[in-house]
Nanobody
Framework: QVQLVESGGGLVQAGDSLRLSCAAS????????MGWFRQAPGKEREFVAA????????SYADSVKGRFTISRDNGKNTASLQMNSLKPEDTAVYYC?????????????????????WGQGTPVTVSS
């Protein structure tokens, strides 16, 4: 299956920016939608953003619209999440994921159960 490795998390102050990266390896890397999720301690994993396999269609959670930007570079087998104007409520472990059982999927999945491959997560802590 596709292997995903996140990086770029850290401790920042409210209002700062971070750019998370996800490096992918394996078969059919470029045929899958890429999603970003986050999970705060003691809370359910929640959708953050996703970009369709074609690199055009994007979707964002209401809580991050206007602040986060998802992108992908299929040539480099990477995906990124640019996070601006970070807030304390953005504190969580961030995961990249792909619906590995659904190549060329139409539409942008936004539910945890719609994704099959997950990275190990990178923690982001935003202090006020």
């Amino acid at each position: 299956q596709v292997q995903l490795v996140e990086s770029g998390g850290g401790l920042v102050q409210a209002g700062d920016s971070l750019r998370l990266s996800c490096a992918a390896s394996g078969r059919d890397i470029r045929t899958y939608t890429m999603g970003w999720f986050r999970q705060a301690p003691g809370k359910e994993r929640e959708f953050v953003a996703a970009i369709m396999w074609n690199g055009i269609t994007k979707s964002y959670a209401d809580s991050v619209k206007g602040r986060f930007t998802i992108s992908r570079d299929n040539g480099k087998n990477t995906a990124s999440l640019q996070m601006n104007s970070l807030k304390p409520e953005d504190t969580a472990v961030y995961y990249c994921a792909q619906p590995c059982n659904s190549p060329y999927r139409l539409g942008v999945p936004q539910r945890v159960y719609e994704y099959d491959c997950w990275g190990q997560g990178t923690p982001v802590t935003v202090s006020s």
